[in-house]
């Protein structure tokens, strides 16, 4: 297993917090607000938070030409797909299911990994993403009269639960040698352009000012999901393994679960419960040591 540093640690648990509790952040924002607009508009404020923090960190701006094709085909598997099919998905669906499916990622990635880039995964690496597997069921275990009224909706999530774990084996082979806040700044500035013409096509007769709470929700995301916790992930997915990075923010459909329960009155169930203790084991199996074979422990003898 990938040995996980104490900043990529510190790393996964902002990533986890701030990820977690955007769930029910991004349903109020969107309730009565164009969900397109409402991403576009958070993109675009939280470009400049990510301009100064490249100025502070002193990372450059610019991207060889060479790899700008590169560049391109790593935002829509991490962020095109994703970012505008959940924002409508969230739309149709409860924050706490439209975490679940998106958090449908990990399984996603590591039959991408064993298919596609003949990853060998451990027993234990394919015991973690049964757990997650089995516990995405029992979250969504009281779930599945609603979600068969919102087909759409989960269709969307889904696509873009998949899209992402594409994203992530893809961003762990880029050979694009800048910072990864350097990506992340560029990723962004072509997803919000993209944004605002799915925003114009499809929205511009719901264009509205956004209410206080929308503004709220909004400014949550333009300054910590785009301008601090999006480039911790891309850290984490350009360089741990796949399994380990997808599994390790497990935690996050969890908490926007109990979150949602809490801020909106979602009701819990046992199978919640249950699935905390799968959620742990799955993060566990990856993110633990292994334990040294014999031959390992001769050789350090």
Do not use: C
Not at 217 to 240: C, D, K, M, P
């Amino acid at each position: 297993m990938h040995a996980i540093t104490r900043q990529q640690l510190i790393g996964l648990v902002l990533i986890t917090l701030v990820w977690g509790l955007n769930w029910p952040v991004m349903k109020m924002g969107v309730t009565d607000f164009p969900p397109l607009t409402f991403r576009m508009l958070s993109m675009w404020l939280g470009l400049p938070v990510m301009a100064l923090g490249l100025l502070v960190t002193r990372a450059p701006f610019r991207i060889p030409r060479a790899h700008w094709r590169e560049l391109f085909v790593l935002a829509v598997f991490n962020m095109f797909i994703w970012h505008a099919l959940i924002i409508v998905a969230i739309k149709s669906l409860s924050s706490g299911r439209a975490a679940i499916l998106g958090y449908s990622m990990p399984i996603f990635s590591a039959v991408l990994g064993a298919f596609l880039f003949n990853n060998r995964l451990s027993s234990r690496a394919w015991g973690g993403v049964a757990a997650a597997a089995l516990a995405v069921l029992l979250l969504l275990w009281h779930e599945f009269t609603q979600l068969a009224g919102h087909p759409l909706g989960v269709l969307y999530a889904l696509i873009s639960a998949l899209a992402w774990a594409m994203g992530v084996h893809l961003m762990r082979r880029t050979k694009l040698t800048v910072p990864t806040l350097t990506i992340s700044f560029w990723m962004t500035v072509m997803t919000a352009l993209v944004m605002t013409v799915l925003s114009t096509v499809f929205e511009r007769a719901q264009w509205k000012l956004p209410n206080t709470a929308t503004w709220g929700a909004i400014g949550y995301n333009a300054l910590l999901i785009f301008g601090l916790v999006q480039t911790l992930w891309l850290s984490l997915a350009r360089y741990l393994t796949p399994v380990a990075s997808t599994l390790s923010v497990m935690m996050i459909p969890i908490l926007g679960v109990f979150s949602g329960a809490w801020w909106l009155g979602e009701v819990l169930h046992w199978q919640d419960w249950t699935a905390v203790l799968l959620i742990v084991l799955a993060i566990g199996s990856v993110l633990l040591p292994a334990r040294a074979t014999p031959a390992k422990l001769s050789k350090t003898a």
